[in-house]
């Protein structure tokens, strides 16, 4: 039997996995639609109207992520991740560029996983959601003032470079 590479998994692993990537879809939009409207002070005013745009593209993308779960047979999760809450606006900021790094580790993750199953058309969607993921990754890096964390290499490459 040829040795499984962790590329190739199940279409049932696939949706579960997927399932993991809506719940962190529903902890965006919570924290997004919350944090925009309570971050205050002049300096945070263009970063608290950003947030709202994302809370909205956050949305769009539970929902094409939900419908390709169901295309893939299962249901879509309802439980979101856990929202974090500060009342600073640096701590609500650096919460969302954390959990943005760890959606864009998931979704380049997913994005080989549906290649390896020749779920060509499913890799796409979640390419365009990766694109807009790391515009909000972005603008939250520009907001605190710190460079783009550097996540790629998948959820593991972190922790080996701490390692060094
Ligand atoms: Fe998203
Ligand atoms: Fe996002």
Redesign the pocket.
């Known amino acids: 039997m040829p040795e499984q590479k962790s590329n190739q998994i199940s279409r049932d692993r696939l949706a579960e996995l997927l399932n993991e990537d809506l719940s ?2 529903y902890q ?1 939009i919570i924290a997004y639609v919350v944090y925009s409207q309570v971050l205050s002070g002049a300096e945070y005013t263009d970063i608290a109207a950003q947030l709202e745009i ?1 809370a909205k ?2 949305l ?3 929902l094409i992520i939900s419908r390709q779960i169901d295309y893939l047979g299962k249901m879509p999760a309802v439980v979101p991740k856990p929202v974090r809450t500060s009342k600073s606006a640096k701590d609500m900021l650096r919460f969302d560029l954390e959990n943005e790094n760890e ?1 864009i580790r998931n979704y380049r993750d997913r994005v080989r996983q549906c290649d390896a199953l020749g779920e060509y058309a499913l890799a796409e969607q979640i390419r365009q ?1 990766l694109v ?2 790391q515009d ?1 990754q972005i603008d939250l890096a520009t907001a605190l003032g710190v460079d783009v964390p550097d996540v790629s290499g998948g959820p593991k490459a972190g922790r080996l470079r701490k390692r060094r």
């Open positions: 962190r879809e965006a994302h593209q956050e769009d993308h539970a959606t959601i807009q993921e909000h």
